[in-house]
């Protein structure tokens, strides 16, 4: 039985049998730090039809690295990466582009948001790629990551966001979704 990071892990209990045709499931954790370690940590590897998918959950959800066939697709993020503005791709969850000054009007009431790009005099992307996301489910070939939001500072609403990627022969998927959960 293997873990879902593709290591040997009877004790794991997210263990399951290799995918069809006796092929391990290839999802692990980039840089485990024991064979027993099972959560997807930092970052994690999905590979499968060719393709390798690094994600780094725990950096806004963004993809790490992206390659096909050994040929990056997406630019790779630096070994050193701190900032998700160093990968090639990050989810813009709840809101894209930008807030200006940080506040809008709703409902005849005013909001404000976080200014969160440095000193910059705008709120930038959302919450998003700046919040830690969990692993929901993992198989052969997908991985689907999940961000929540509660309502409280930096946006008024609740909400639930999730990515799904899914690798296949020809194409490599990613579906992002946003539900208000309030």
Do not use: K
């Amino acid at each position: 039985r293997l873990c879902h990071h593709g290591q040997q892990a009877p004790q794991c209990r997210r263990a399951r049998e290799p995918a069809a045709g006796g092929r391990p499931v290839h999802v692990r954790r980039v840089g485990a730090r024991g064979a027993g370690a099972c959560d997807f940590g930092r970052a994690g590897r999905l590979e499968a039809h060719g393709w390798v998918l690094e994600l780094l959950p725990a950096s806004g959800g963004a993809i790490g690295a992206l390659r096909h066939e050994g040929r990056d697709v997406l630019r790779p993020a630096p070994a050193d990466m701190r900032d998700p503005l160093e990968t090639g791709c990050f989810p813009l969850i709840p809101y894209a582009n930008r807030i200006a000054h940080g506040r809008f009007e709703f409902g005849g009431q005013e909001h404000r948001v976080p200014l969160n790009f440095g000193d910059h005099r705008h709120s930038l992307h959302g919450l998003g790629w700046q919040a830690a996301w969990t692993m929901a489910e993992t198989g052969a070939d997908h991985v689907i990551l999940v961000h929540t939001h509660d309502g409280g500072a930096g946006w008024p609403w609740v909400y639930r966001a999730e990515q799904r990627f899914v690798l296949a022969a020809d194409e490599m998927r990613v579906v992002l979704s946003l539900i208000n959960a309030g």
